[in-house]
């Protein structure tokens, strides 16, 4: 084998990982947060997960991208550890018809039909269909496609490549008796095992042990181990990403492992009970690309035939082997840079995380406004431990998504970022105010202070106001409502009035006599802090109504044209929602602490 023919096999090899990972990594664009609901909707019954497991792995052809991804999903809690069993089962079965697609090029015949569906046929039609579709694509699915199609093509490539470089092989003695050498089961399966580990694709290794059969000269043997191997090999990708994940998620990487590690026993030990009576009479025949496929195929059909039925003994043996221990706190397990990978997956993702983010700033003023009337040290601490992990939250959150910012993401997904990273910084100013509201409640309480019974139900109506903002805010980012949206604007103006009426009241009482001059302090930093919420919660659902025009096309849709239109009256739903709220928060302050 001359040195042009190392040089061509390694182009080959590097064609067809190209290709593999250019496919799959379309396809998972492609799929995108389609996939991820499908596995947190279909993966409770185990069977279903399986079904489920073996479609998603054959869409994107890599069992190690589809663990990966379950691996993250179980970090950030959104599926449970005895979920993932059927899942990862089905990948293994999903990720063999690749093998099945380039066993065409062993079809029998020369009519055109069949010449047509070989690899030699196919690749020009998918890199022409492909070019055109990726070069002349207006919308970013359909140039996915293209580069679905490109990646088929650049794989075929590339194994005809291999083909070519190793045809040189067919009468060199060393090369056969170095497959002889992997007839040893054991062996055979460490080779298979470490190429894969290396490469991080059985996918990618079964089609290049596919290309060197077209030598005639590996036997069967030494095939079938080495597939085994493969198998076991293609785990490491999925325990390299478990690395400083939560127990549960080194469970499901490990839950791999185990299935693959006992179908590669089960099988060797087969081998070795059936190769002595010579009942496998095929055994030391060449291998070719069909014998390779239909193995692979068959192996993994009968391990997860078998394994599906006791999924919940690989569970007890993940927690057997990986222990009870503290885990990473929550917020930092949800967003994964396992997920970066799949931008869409990532974006949803990171919205969760804000919500959690946002419910723990609601939780926060709904603490600081009771403190108020009920003050107590460790509603306290409470509030300044969760402020903490507010600003941590943000930092992760920002740095995460500016490392999502720099992946090829979409018009929409682009927006749906900007919004994320505006809404964490409103969030986290939403929970200092908060901590600000804690601190003059503790300072009136060390010094023994307290409001005339006017401010108190003054304050009563206007914590009555942030409450609902801060609740309406919440369901506008949550469920992105039209309903919720058009009632903060108009909220947060009577925020605005009720704050401005409180002031007046209170210089009047100052003036009277009426109010302590410390404790009127504190109310006026107090009305400044509960009218800064109010702003913030507006911010937060003016930047969803940015990126999502609700009602509107999002791409033509301005948020500051639209809150002058408000504020000038041009709306009247605006108008509608400004005056019931007006009449019914001045009407409560009107009261005097009867209902309106």
Same mark, same amino acid.
Request: hydrophobic letters at 45%.
């Given at each position: ?26 396809? $998972? ?15 409770g019954?185990?069977y ?5 497991g ?19 999903? $179980? ?15 089905g ?15 062993d079809i ?6 069949l ?8 690749t ?30 650049v ?9 070519a ?25 460490? %080779? ?22 077209s ?16 198998n ?50 095929f ?28 999924a ?22 949800i ?37 108020m ?26 740095n ?35 901590l ?35 609740d ?18 108009p909220?947060?103006q009577? %925020? ?39 702003d913030?919660c ?19 849709f ?12 041009e ?5 509608k ?20």
């Amino acid at each position: 084998m001359s040195f042009f023919n190392v040089l061509s096999l390694t182009g080959g090899i590097v064609l067809f990982l190209y290709g593999i990972t250019s496919m799959s990594g379309a396809l $998972v664009k492609i799929a995108g947060s389609n996939m991820e609901k499908a596995l947190e909707r279909l993966a409770g019954n185990k069977y279903k997960g399986f079904l489920l497991g073996v479609v998603v792995t054959a869409i994107i052809q890599s069992s190690s991208a589809t663990t990966v991804m379950v691996v993250g999903f $179980v970090n950030a809690g959104v599926m449970k550890l005895t979920q993932t069993v059927g899942i990862i089962l089905g990948a293994n079965l999903g990720t063999t018809v690749t093998a099945q697609i380039l066993r065409l090029g062993d079809i029998p015949g020369d009519n055109m039909l069949l010449q047509v569906l070989k690899p030699s046929g196919l690749t020009p039609i998918f890199l022409v269909i492909g070019f055109i579709l990726y070069l002349t694509g207006k919308r970013k699915k359909r140039r996915e496609v293209g580069q679905v199609m490109i990646g088929f093509g650049v794989l075929f490539t590339g194994m005809m490549t291999m083909e070519a470089a190793v045809s040189p092989l067919r009468d060199v003695e060393w090369f056969r008796n170095m497959f002889i050498m992997f007839s040893n089961p054991f062996l055979g399966l460490l %080779v298979g095992m470490v190429v894969t580990a290396i490469i991080q694709s059985s996918t990618a290794s079964v089609g290049i042990l596919q290309a060197l059969s077209s030598t005639g000269q590996i036997p069967f043997a030494s095939a079938a181990p080495i597939i085994l191997g493969q198998n076991i090999g293609t785990c490491f990708t999925a325990l390299l990403s478990s690395v400083g994940a939560s127990k549960n998620a080194k469970r499901t990487a490990y839950i791999h492992l185990f299935f693959n590690i006992l179908g590669a026993a089960l099988f060797m030990a087969l081998i070795l009970i059936l190769r002595p009576g010579n009942f496998l009479s095929f055994w030391d025949a060449p291998a070719d690309r069909s014998m390779i496929a239909n193995f692979h195929a068959v192996y993994n059909i009968a391990c997860t035939t078998l394994a599906l039925p006791f999924a919940e003994l690989l569970v007890k043996l993940a927690e057997r082997v990986v222990r009870k221990g503290s885990d990473e706190s929550e917020e930092a397990l949800i967003i994964d840079d396992r997920f970066l990978k799949t931008p869409a997956i990532a974006l949803d993702q990171a919205r969760l995380a804000v919500t959690r983010m946002a419910e723990n700033a609601r939780e926060n003023v709904a603490d600081a406004i009771m403190l108020m009337s009920d003050y107590d040290d460790k509603t306290m601490q409470r509030i300044v431990e969760a402020e903490d992990r507010l600003d941590r939250m943000e930092v992760r959150l920002g740095n995460y998504l500016v490392q999502l910012a720099d992946r090829n993401l979409s018009k929409q997904e682009s927006s749906s970022l900007t919004e994320l990273l505006h809404s964490i910084n409103n969030i986290e100013r939403i929970g200092d105010h908060a901590l600000n509201l804690a601190e003059s409640a503790a300072a009136m309480a060390s010094n023994d202070l307290s409001f005339s019974p006017a401010a108190q139900h003054e304050l009563s109506v206007l914590f009555s106001a942030i409450n609902d903002i801060m609740d309406i805010t919440l369901e506008v980012f949550t469920n992105r409502a039209a309903d919720s949206i058009i009632r903060v604007e108009p909220l947060e103006q009577v %925020v605005d009035l009720l704050t401005k009426t409180l002031k007046q009241n209170h210089i009047e009482r100052l003036k009277a006599g009426e109010c302590n001059i410390d404790a009127g302090t504190i109310l006026l930093e107090k009305l400044v802090n509960l009218e800064r919420i109010a702003d913030h919660c507006s911010n937060i659902a003016a930047n969803v109504n940015q990126t999502y025009g609700i009602g509107k096309d999002y791409t033509d849709f301005d948020s500051h044209q639209h809150m002058r239109s408000l504020h000038r009256g041009e709306n009247p739903e605006f108008t509608k929602r400004y005056k019931e709220f007006e009449d019914y928060y001045v009407g409560k302050l009107k009261n005097n602490g009867t209902d309106s």
